[in-house]
Structures are given as structure tokens and as C-alpha cells.
């Protein structure tokens, strides 16, 4: 272990050199874009870590504990602290979590600085455990946190959770041996592992400071792309949106041999409603029926407005069984819930038209036509009804 205990300083500086500058860069993308607070947090996380090691490294030439330990080791436990709260404030979560998470770890960051004020000159090992567990409860907290994104994770959210997860383990590596040092259960002198664990640290630690804006950025194209997909009114999918969706959900029931319904839906005399009442109750109005099909509907239907009063829905025909029961309790909402919207007497109502197909037999476009003919025929019947289009004219 001769040639890790003469690399060791020389690894601490160069550390410490690589995350002064990414602080730096971190800053400097900070002030770039719009002081975005996750980068500001993410810095400061880097700066911290770079001083608090460089302090802790000086622990061998100055004789000051209360600065080579103690606040060494503050800053090194504020490091992790700091990136998780830059998680938090990129993904619009509170900078501690919900209110319950937060007193939580209010309690944990009390606990640890009064642990740490009262045994750092007691043994020189609790210091490191106190630091090392701190660092693994918090690293856990991040990889849950990731683990929780609603969109599907992509490579910098993968290499961030395998990087924290290798944080937290080898926390707990290093808890462990030091609990057991501490004990006499285990090697009285556990310097050596304790500067292997220290380099993988370091390398991770700048490893995850490199992965983070990689992480940011792409969140950032992730909401950007899902603004561009969304209708501004309603908060449903857009027109283009949709039917690159509906396509994506049509080839996905023809490789699993299911069948796929597409419903059309357009709101009964809406322009008498605007006309009426105004434009504002109009958008009220809207507003209203695409968060009732949002309630109605299952998460992994497609649902769109196509423009003006028509939506366009996808159903996995599959998971909702009666595909008719279904679309006849939507009709009994729209009419049921949309009397007053607002308190104003709209007295809502819908024709829907829908096409129920095997994906092997037909093509989207042929099924769209095909729903698109229903609701006309709703129409012409009366409105406030659905119609589907016969099986047999939805075969080709």
C-alpha cells in the first residue's frame, strides 16, 4: 500500500483542482441559464466538497482539529445535501422533499452536526463514520428520488442512479469497517481501506459532478419536447402529437395481436356555447372535458384535441373490456357533470364515434376514417350519442 499512500496526496489535489472547476462551470451555466437554482446548488455542492477534502488532507501537517475535522467534515457532509436538493429543485419538488421528508431530514442534518460537535475529538475514526453514513442515508434518498421520475429514465438518469448507488455503498462499506474498527472487532488500523474507499470517492464524486448537467440538460429537452407535444388550452396531446402517439399505439397492439379502438369526439354545439357565453366559458369549457376524459380514461390511452371542440382517444381495447360500457359511462359523464361548468348552465353534451379493429386487418389511417364516419353519423342522429362503425366496414 506504499505507492497509495505516496499517490494520495497528489489524487486529493487533482480532486480537488477538477471540482473547483466544474463549480466553476457550474456557476458559470447557473448565470447562462436564467439562474436555474439546481446548477447554483449543484455548485456550491462541488465547492464544498473540493474545500472540505482539501481541509481534511491538511489534517497532517496543521494541528487544528476544529479546522481539519470538524468543519471539514461539515462540508463534506453539506456536499451530498447540496446535490440532492439540486435534484429536488430541477425536478419542481420542494428543495427537502415533501413536508414530512423535510422535518425528517432536518432531524438527520440536526442529529449529525451534534454528533459531530461532540465525539470529533473523542476518537478520530467517528468523524469518518459520522460523514460516511450521512453521505449513504443521503445518496439513498437521490437514487429513490430518480428511481421516481414519471418519464422513462434515459442514460443520464441511469448513469446517475448507478453512480449514487455506488456512493451509498460505499458509505456503507466504510460505515461498516469503521464501526468494527471502533468496536476492536476489526483491523486496528484501518487506514488502508480507509484510502482505497477515499479514492473511489473522489473519482465518483467528480464522475457524478460531471453527470449532473448531462442529467439537466436532458430534462430540460425531455419538458421542452413535452411543451412542444401539448395543447396549450387543455393540457392534452396536440394534433401532431396524437397521431404520432396513436401510431406508436397502433403498431404496439399489431405486434401483440391485440385489438386497438379509436374514438372521435366532438362537443355538441359549442359554438353556441362561445357565442352565449363568451369566449372565457368556451376555454372553461374545454378545460373542463379534457380533465374529465384524463379522470375517465386510463394512463396509457392516448387522448388528444385535434382542434377546436374535437378530441381524438386511442383505447388498448384489451384493458378495457367492454369497450362500449365504457364509452357510454363517458357519454353519462359529460352530461351528468357538465351541466354547470363554473356555474354557468352550459347543459354540456358529446357525440362520440368509434372503430374497434384487429391492427393485422386494417391500417391507422383507415381506422381513423373509419371513427371519423361514426361520429358524423352521431351527428346526423341526433348528437348526444355514440355510434360505432360496423365490423364489417372496418375490415379491409
Not at 379509436?262 to 380533465?291: P, S
Not at 380514461?297 to 378495457?320: A, K, M, N, P, W
Request: with cysteine; net charge positive; charged share 20%.
Amino acid at each position: 500500500m506504499s505507492g497509495l499512500n505516496l499517490d494520495l496526496p497528489t489524487l486529493i489535489v487533482t480532486s480537488t483542482a477538477v471540482n473547483l472547476l466544474i463549480a466553476g462551470l457550474l456557476w458559470a451555466t447557473y448565470r447562462l441559464r436564467e439562474h436555474q437554482r439546481c446548477f447554483r446548488l449543484w455548485a456550491l455542492a462541488c465547492l464544498t466538497f473540493a474545500v472540505g477534502g482539501l481541509l481534511a488532507a491538511f489534517r497532517v501537517v496543521v494541528d487544528a482539529p476544529t479546522l481539519t475535522v470538524l468543519l471539514a467534515h461539515l462540508l463534506l457532509g453539506l456536499s451530498p445535501f447540496l446535490v440532492l436538493a439540486g435534484l429536488h429543485s430541477l425536478m419542481g419538488l420542494p428543495i427537502a422533499g415533501a413536508r414530512r421528508s423535510t422535518q425528517l431530514w432536518r432531524w438527520v442534518g440536526s442529529g449529525y452536526v451534534l454528533l459531530l460537535v461532540l465525539t470529533y475529538a473523542w476518537h478520530p475514526l467517528m468523524p469518518r463514520l459520522l460523514t460516511a453514513l450521512l453521505t449513504a442515508l443521503v445518496f439513498s434518498q437521490a437514487v429513490y428520488r430518480l428511481q421516481s421520475l414519471r418519464r422513462r429514465p434515459g442514460l443520464p438518469a441511469l448513469l446517475l442512479k448507478i453512480l449514487f448507488a455506488l456512493h451509498g455503498t460505499l458509505m456503507v462499506v466504510q460505515v461498516l469497517y469503521l464501526g468494527a474498527s471502533l468496536t476492536g472487532l476489526g483491523n486496528p488500523d484501518p487506514q488502508p481501506l480507509l484510502e482505497a474507499i477515499l479514492i473511489n470517492h473522489l473519482l465518483l464524486a467528480t464522475a457524478t459532478a460531471l453527470v449532473l448537467p448531462l442529467f439537466a440538460f436532458t430534462e430540460a429537452e425531455a419538458s421542452l419536447r413535452a411543451l412542444a407535444d401539448r395543447d396549450d388550452l387543455t393540457g392534452l396531446l396536440n394534433r401532431r402529437a396524437f397521431y404520432r402517439h396513436a401510431n406508436r399505439a397502433f403498431e404496439q397492439a399489431r405486434s401483440k395481436a391485440r385489438p386497438l379502438t379509436v374514438l372521435m369526439i366532438d362537443l355538441d354545439h359549442f359554438k353556441q356555447i362561445n357565442d352565449r357565453w363568451g369566449h372565457t366559458v368556451g376555454d372553461e369549457t374545454l378545460r373542463f372535458f379534457a380533465g374529465l376524459l384524463s379522470r375517465e380514461l386510463r394512463d396509457t390511452d392516448v387522448i388528444g384535441r385535434l382542434g377546436g371542440e374535437e378530441f381524438g382517444v386511442v383505447l388498448d381495447s384489451s384493458t378495457h373490456g367492454d369497450v362500449g360500457a365504457v364509452t357510454q359511462r363517458l357519454l353519462e359523464r359529460i352530461t351528468a357533470e357538465g351541466r354547470l361548468i363554473n356555474g354557468v348552465p352550459v347543459y354540456l353534451s358529446a357525440s362520440i364515434g368509434g372503430a374497434t379493429c384487429h391492427p393485422r386487418k386494417t391500417d391507422l389511417s383507415t381506422l381513423l376514417r373509419r371513427a371519423d364516419t361514426a361520429l358524423y353519423q352521431a351527428k346526423r342522429n341526433g348528437r348526444n350519442r355514440i355510434e360505432f362503425a360496423r365490423p364489417a366496414d372496418a375490415a379491409v
